[in-house]
Structure formats: structure tokens, C-alpha cells
């Protein structure tokens, strides 16, 4: 199985940005796809997550109302569209699979067995 993440850039406060996580390998009716983002010297934040293909999305806090999450089953690609960003958005963002995750341990890093090689977004004010 291996995450393709891209679709980051540079964009302004306000603007707009949608995230690819393109998966190869194995489908799964259970696979949940997750996104987390990090800043140097911070530990890596939950941001949400495709959970048991579509079934549900989760969204921390921090990004809720602004973010949202869809997918396309037959490219096997999950996007993640961000609007109203903020500077404090800015991040490597890197998704994330897993068959296993139970959804009140959505939010951990550990419960991914597979990630993608991140993509960064710079949102400038």
C-alpha cells in the first residue's frame, strides 16, 4: 500500500486549497484515510479523517466548518478541501491509511499503519 499526498502551494488568508491522497494498493470497505499536519518542532496534529470509507468524517476543532473531506472510489483518492485558511493552517499535511482504526482512536498517529510523504501549505496573511 503505498499514500501519495499532493495539492499543497502557497495561498493567501481566505483563499483555498484541495489536498489529494492518491492510494495505491488493496481496496477495503473498512480503510479510513486520515490527514494530520505538522509544524517544525511541534509534534504532528490531527486534522480529520475519512472514517470507514465515507461512512463518517471527523474533524478537530481547530478546522471544523472550514475543512471538508470526499472521495473518489474509482481513482482511489481521498481530497481534502480546505477553505478560509488561516496562516496558523500552515503545515506539512500527510495523510494517512488504515483498516483497523476504531473511531475513538481516530486522532492518533499510531493507528495508521501507512502514510504518505506530506505536502506543505503555506497560507500567508
Known amino acids: 500500500v503505498q499514500l501519495q499526498a499532493s495539492g499543497g502551494g502557497l495561498v493567501q488568508a481566505g483563499g483555498s486549497l484541495r489536498l489529494s491522497c492518491a492510494t495505491s494498493g488493496r481496496s477495503s470497505r473498512t480503510v479510513s484515510t486520515g490527514w494530520f499536519r505538522q509544524v517544525p518542532g511541534k509534534e504532528r496534529e490531527f486534522v480529520g479523517v475519512d472514517f470507514r470509507s465515507g461512512s463518517t468524517t471527523v474533524f478537530a476543532d481547530s478546522v471544523k466548518g472550514r475543512f471538508t473531506l470526499s472521495r473518489d472510489k474509482a481513482k482511489n483518492t481521498v481530497y481534502l478541501q480546505m477553505n478560509s485558511l488561516k496562516p496558523e493552517d500552515t503545515a506539512v499535511y500527510y495523510c494517512?491509511?488504515?483498516?483497523?482504526?476504531?473511531?475513538?482512536?481516530?486522532?492518533?498517529?499510531?493507528?495508521?499503519?501507512?502514510w504518505g510523504q506530506g505536502t506543505q501549505v503555506t497560507v500567508s496573511s
Open positions: 494517512a491509511r488504515s483498516e483497523t482504526v476504531i473511531y475513538s482512536s481516530v486522532n492518533r498517529e499510531s493507528s495508521y499503519a501507512y
